[in-house]
């Protein structure tokens, strides 16, 4: 490492945001309950003397958080930095890495704090020698409001909220929704919910199996009911507004011109999610970022569904980012009790690719 | 003389009996040691030292590359030694499908795509994650991720996994089975598109150790006459 982590800090704390020292092991369901099991088998895993499974922190987002949730009200406002190891099992790279970076809780001000954030981002990467990044945008809410504003039943939205992120898998939905993949099922066909959920609780009954603190019969006959809504599919039109949404790439400028004429020429109503597009990109501007230079993608975003809004990434020429951030809304409502959702963005620092690159 | 090659070989069950037979027919009988019970040798093979091992044990030294190979399943190829080994040979016995199971009753489950829809679903309504009960913890993470299954939790099971959902202990499973009787007799269910791997036992080979010439003049020398056999 050269010395230029170890200024990092001082750009943070010079932003406003204190610095905090947080533990290394926790349990393990905190990490899993929340990013589900593709992150645990990144996990340093151990136990504890009573058996409890514990991990190593992956990140240092969620114990911020949960550092957050701790100490106080959940919304009060608050800006936190750190610099310290993570460890994840990442084939082909170290196991242990220093990350660094800031999280804001709190601010109902999105678009000015996700702004602030983005323009950190770069007096960072600045302190790098990094000059001219070619960094990705994303912003989920307008995906959210693409959904919204077409013609879809109920699973169906679900089913392609859950695949924003993942390109070729909206797509594959995408091409099967035209109502022909997916036959109703045989048995109960057109039947209501009273009659399956019947069905449900003999099925229950015949195979000695509790419903327990499993799956119920009422919610079962209820998806099965919904079901049917699967395999009429989803209208041409609206298929064909969601291929030409995720095709949407360019400049912010060029990239907001032709979600405008997408929106207009189907009929949808963007019009709000548009609006903070723009005055976000406005507020890019006013923080001297060039925005000409930045690639957005209407299909970029992070399958973690704590992620909500804005989403940015400081490429490397390798495996992943030099600096990786966005918004998550949702994340405090999601660990620990905190049920209340904050307003949260930040980004992390990728101390052992971007220190490299520095170097050459 | 050089060091030997060693083969690790199942030490209990029907596995151990069927590979005792295979070697049988192809004219390398096993002998056990004297002494030491956990090892043997072929008469015939003087330079094949044979290490008696479970099947799941045998997967994992092989990926650790401390024997050079040995008899186990692809099933526990597939989950304690992917990339680290060669299956060489099928035996043509210790037939088994890996699947994913679900409670019968879940009469609006057929498919994996279901399967996703109830996973991210299912934390919204019960405050958890759906889990899933399994020996085969590497085989059930790419399968899902495979279909793109994020949101569940793996409960690892350390025996009797078939008996999970009924006992609590987990929403479903991903277990072996040959007939599909005792799933269901747990009120179970295979779903349609939820066969992982179909498995039997094979004569597999470690990546993981250095071979010697001699090792390998050894190795190929039973590959043939198992081979012959099967």
Redesign the interface.
């Known amino acids: 490492m050269t010395d230029k982590p170890g200024k990092l800090p001082a750009l943070f704390a010079g932003a406003g945001y204190k610095y905090v020292e947080l533990p290394i092991v926790y349990p393990a369901r905190v990490f899993v309950e929340l990013a589900g099991e593709e992150l645990r088998r990144q996990l340093y895993l151990t136990s504890a003397d009573g058996g409890e499974e514990l991990a190593l922190r992956p990140d240092f987002t969620i114990p911020v958080t949960l550092n957050h949730l701790a100490a106080g009200a959940a919304t009060r406002k608050a800006g936190y930095s750190y610099l310290g190891p993570v460890f994840r099992l990442r084939p082909g790279e170290t196991g242990e890495f220093i990350q660094a970076g800031v999280e804001s809780l709190g601010r109902r001000d999105a678009i000015a704090a996700d702004a602030d954030m983005l323009k950190l981002a770069f007096d960072a990467a600045a302190l790098f020698g990094i000059k001219k990044p070619k960094v990705r945008i994303g912003d989920s809410a307008l995906f959210a409001a693409l959904l919204d504003s077409l013609d879809l039943s109920a699973p169906w939205r679900e089913r392609l909220a859950r695949a924003f992120g993942d390109t070729p898998r909206l797509k594959r939905f995408i091409a099967n929704a035209d109502g022909t993949s997916e036959p109703p099922h045989s048995e109960f066909a057109g039947a209501d919910v009273a009659t399956v959920r019947a069905a449900v609780a003999e099925h229950f009954a015949a195979t000695g199996l509790g419903e327990g603190g499993g799956r119920t019969a009422d919610e079962i006959a209820a998806r099965f009911v919904a079901k049917a809504e699967l395999a009429r599919g989803i209208p041409k039109r609206a298929a064909g507004a969601l291929t030409a949404f995720v095709r949407i790439a360019g400049t912010p400028a060029k990239s907001l011109a032709a979600l405008r004429k997408l929106a207009e020429r189907e009929g949808l109503d963007l019009d709000a999610a548009l609006a903070a597009f723009e005055r976000r990109i406005d507020a890019f501007a006013a923080h001297r970022i060039d925005v000409d230079a930045l690639a957005f993608a209407a299909d970029f975003g992070r399958r973690l569904d704590y992620y909500t809004g804005f989403v940015f990434e400081f490429p490397s020429r390798g495996n992943g980012p030099l600096i990786g951030g966005g918004r998550y809304d949702r994340m405090t409502a999601h660990v620990g009790d905190g049920k209340v959702a904050v307003p949260a963005v930040g980004f992390s620092v990728w101390l052992d690719r971007i220190d490299k690159v520095g170097k050459r | 003389m050089s060091a030997p090659l060693i083969l690790a070989v199942p030490s209990k069950g029907r596995l151990q009996d069927d590979a005792a037979a295979v070697f049988a027919i192809a004219g390398l009988p096993l002998v056990s040691g004297a002494t030491r019970s956990y090892r043997g040798r072929i008469e015939s093979l003087p330079n094949v030292e044979v290490a008696y091992l479970s099947a799941p044990e045998i997967a994992r030294e092989i990926a650790a590359g401390s024997v050079h190979a040995g008899i186990t399943g692809a099933d526990q190829v597939a989950e304690s030694a992917d990339g680290r080994a060669t299956l060489s040979l099928p035996l043509g016995f210790g037939r088994c499908d890996v699947v994913v199971a679900v409670?019968?009753?879940?009469?609006?489950v057929?498919t994996m795509e279901?399967l996703?829809?109830?996973a991210?679903?299912?934390r919204p309504?019960?405050g958890?994650?759906l889990t899933v009960a399994t020996k085969y913890i590497?085989v059930t993470?790419r399968f899902?991720?495979g279909h793109?299954i994020?949101?569940?939790?793996?409960v690892e099971s350390l025996g009797a996994t078939e008996g999970a959902?009924?006992s609590?202990a987990a929403?479903l499973i991903v277990d072996i089975t040959s007939t599909g009787a005792t799933l269901r007799a747990n009120?179970l269910k295979i779903v349609s598109d939820g066969v992982i791997l179909r498995s039997e036992a094979h004569l597999v080979a470690s990546k993981a150790i250095r071979w010697s010439a001699g090792q390998k003049q050894a190795y190929a020398a039973v590959v043939a006459k198992l081979k012959a056999a099967v």
């Open positions: 409670p019968e009753p879940w009469l609006d057929e279901d996703d829809d109830v991210a679903s299912f309504t019960h958890r994650r590497n993470r899902f991720a793109g994020a949101d569940y939790r793996i959902p009924a609590g929403d009120g």
